[in-house]
């Protein structure tokens, strides 16, 4: 019974950094300007919490959040895929916007757009005619396409010598076999797509990746995975970035054999938008409940088997969610 009551409160506890963080924004935060924002932000730069995955799955109980989209998201990452159809097809329109936009820039390019009067189309049409559309059709699969985003970079990461790497899964095949080594990295900062050079200025359009790289470590038959986040928007994408990369860490646990260790998420620039001001307040009065738990189907031996049937949420149990606009669409920040 002791027992239970301190894990229990582990379990609370372990929300408060991310509360706690809040405040400190809040508190001692440098207001900026963003050249492509609209509204301002308050700024730090430099902090890291831990979860220990064992105590509990790090999906805020303070707000409801979009754990559905949270996990197609990443399955969507783990195929490599960047093509918004998959994510259309499961009704999590989280990158919408920016599906739409190379959309609308290419109907600068092409007079045959123009032609077929798709140049007078909106976002819902674009997302429909994406959603209704087969996955091979040719607007799919042309307008459809986001070009190298996360799950490119991680699984079909191009070299110069025309190699393509399988990042994640080099990584995954490593720590069965040497797991005590130290550099299993995987990378989504791909400099070629990413630096606004002139000679290369239709490539730096790839929005520049905030969640950058991951990296494993095991210690005690456990594995831990910390991401560092370069870019991190706490009211909005924090929630998802921590439960998007917890549940990575669990899946590659799984696949690999080892226990659940810590998740641990290393920040740079963390900044609040003005316009999510009045929304962090309301969840700081917010009093954190015990943590869900993940199970997963035992049956799943390969990292790609995974589907969203064999990932389940237990015992979640958040407040109301609490709404707020996004702040950068299609931008670099």
């Known amino acids: 019974m002791v027992k239970h009551l301190k894990d229990t409160e582990r379990s609370r506890s372990a929300e408060y950094q991310y509360l706690n963080l809040l405040?400190?924004?809040?508190?001692?935060?440098?207001?900026k300007k963003v050249h492509n924002v609209a509204v301002g932000t308050r700024n730090i730069f430099?902090?890291?919490?831990?979860?220990?995955?064992?105590?509990?799955?790090?999906?805020?109980?303070?707000?409801k959040v979009f754990f559905r989209g949270i996990i197609h998201e990443l399955l969507w990452f783990i195929r490599g895929d960047s093509?918004?159809?998959?994510?259309?097809?499961?009704?999590?329109?989280?990158?919408?916007?920016?599906?739409?936009?190379r959309f609308k820039e290419a109907l600068v390019k092409s007079s045959k757009l123009k032609v077929k009067n798709l140049s007078k189309m909106t976002?819902?049409?674009?997302?429909?005619?994406?959603?209704?559309?087969?996955?091979?059709?040719?607007?799919?699969?042309?307008?459809?396409?986001?070009?190298p985003v996360y799950g490119v970079q991680w699984r079909k990461w191009k070299t110069s010598d025309g190699r393509v790497i399988d990042q994640l899964q080099w990584a995954i095949s490593r720590l069965k076999i040497k797991p005590e080594r130290r550099h299993y990295l995987v990378s989504a900062w791909n400099p070629e797509f990413i630096y606004e050079m002139a000679a290369s200025r239709e490539k730096a359009q790839v929005l520049p990746p905030c969640h950058t790289f991951f990296h494993f470590y095991v210690a005690k038959n456990r594995l831990s995975l910390q991401l560092y986040q370069r870019s991190a928007d706490m009211f909005l994408g924090v929630p998802f970035n921590i439960a998007s990369y917890a549940l990575l860490?669990?899946?590659?646990?799984?696949?690999?054999?080892?226990?659940?260790?810590?998740?641990?998420?290393?920040?740079?620039?963390?900044?609040?938008?003005?316009?999510?001001?009045?929304?962090?307040?309301?969840?700081?009065?917010?009093?954190?409940?015990?943590?869900?738990?993940?199970?997963?189907?035992?049956?799943?031996?390969?990292?790609?088997?995974?589907?969203?049937?064999?990932i389940e949420l237990i015992n979640?149990?958040?407040?109301?969610?609490?709404?707020?606009?996004?702040?950068?669409?299609?931008?670099?920040s």
């Open 23 to 31: 405040k400190d924004i809040l508190k001692n935060g440098e207001r």
């Open 123 to 147: 976002q819902e049409e674009y997302i429909q005619k994406i959603k209704d559309l087969p996955k091979d059709d040719p607007f799919v699969k042309k307008y459809g396409e986001l070009g």
């Open 249 to 310: 860490a669990l899946m590659v646990a799984h696949v690999t054999g080892f226990k659940p260790g810590d998740f641990v998420h290393t920040f740079g620039d963390v900044h609040i938008y003005n316009n999510h001001t009045a929304q962090v307040k309301e969840q700081l009065k917010r009093t954190p409940r015990v943590l869900p738990k993940i199970k997963l189907n035992p049956k799943i031996k390969n990292i790609d088997d995974f589907t969203f049937a064999d």
């Open 46 to 63: 430099g902090r890291q919490i831990r979860f220990d995955l064992s105590k509990g799955f790090p999906l805020l109980t303070t707000k």
């Open 83 to 101: 093509n918004i159809k998959y994510l259309v097809d499961n009704n999590v329109h989280i990158w919408d916007e920016w599906g739409y936009k």
């Open 316 to 332: 979640y149990d958040p407040h109301p969610p609490i709404r707020g606009e996004i702040a950068v669409v299609g931008g670099f």
